[in-house]
């Protein structure tokens, strides 16, 4: 996927989290993420949560005190976004249990944004043309092997900032994905060819590390400094 394509995710992300969404996490009944008691739909004309159903609006999960975790209980279940509506989440832990994952609406245009903000999550799997951002404070695990970041249907992305951490299945999975193009640090794409200089960590963890490129301008600036000093 071209980089300005990803800088647009961005430039949609930010929009999102500065916008009010109108389905807030309470918890008001239990940690199951499935249960329509624990949101507040007050704001918005959605009334339920269905799994594998696509909700129709922005969702906001935040610093809920205990972890949000649960599944649908009926065997694969996606915790669905409809096209261009977003799920943020904010110093807090998410986990979809089972065999339970995020998914979109199936569209290429990805339009379906999941932000991680000092936050867990840990899921089977991602598909259906979700992106999913990790900031720098966050980590996700995809816990389902034999392909958890599913691009069949549409292109499905996991974009870590500097400092994100993201565990696979399998050191195996970890590369099959890379090898698909799924994984993104920055909103670069990661290869096999460039996964050193852009992940660290060995095995089926890894965390997003600055470009050499980037790394280099601050060396130059601090030798600018250290030059202006000795001057």
Not at 212 to 229: F, K, N
């Amino acid at each position: 996927m071209p980089k300005a394509s990803l800088l647009s995710f961005g430039i949609f992300a930010a929009a999102t989290l500065s916008s009010q969404a109108v389905i807030v996490w309470t918890g008001a009944s239990d940690s199951n993420p499935f249960n329509d008691a624990n949101w507040d739909f007050s704001g918005s004309s959605v009334s339920n949560i269905t799994p594998n159903g696509l909700i129709l609006d922005d969702l906001t999960v935040s610093n809920v005190g205990f972890a949000a975790s649960g599944n649908a209980g009926v065997g694969f279940s996606d915790f669905a976004l409809g096209d261009g509506f977003s799920l943020t989440i904010t110093g807090t832990s998410f986990d979809l249990t089972g065999t339970d994952g995020f998914a979109g609406s199936g569209n290429d245009a990805n339009t379906e944004i999941i932000n991680l903000i000092d936050s867990t999550s840990s899921i089977q799997y991602i598909s259906q043309g979700i992106i999913l951002n990790v900031d720098g404070t966050s980590s996700l695990t995809v816990r389902g092997g034999g392909d958890g970041i599913n691009s069949q249907i549409a292109d499905t992305r996991i974009n870590l900032s500097t400092g994100g951490t993201l565990t696979m299945s399998s050191a195996a999975e970890l590369d099959e994905q890379i090898g698909e193009g799924d994984i993104f640090v920055n909103g670069t794409q990661v290869t096999l060819g460039n996964k050193a200089t852009l992940l660290s960590g060995t095995g089926a963890t890894v965390t997003g590390i600055p470009e050499p490129s980037s790394t280099a301008l601050l060396g130059l600036g601090g030798v600018a400094l250290i030059l202006r000093r000795r001057k």
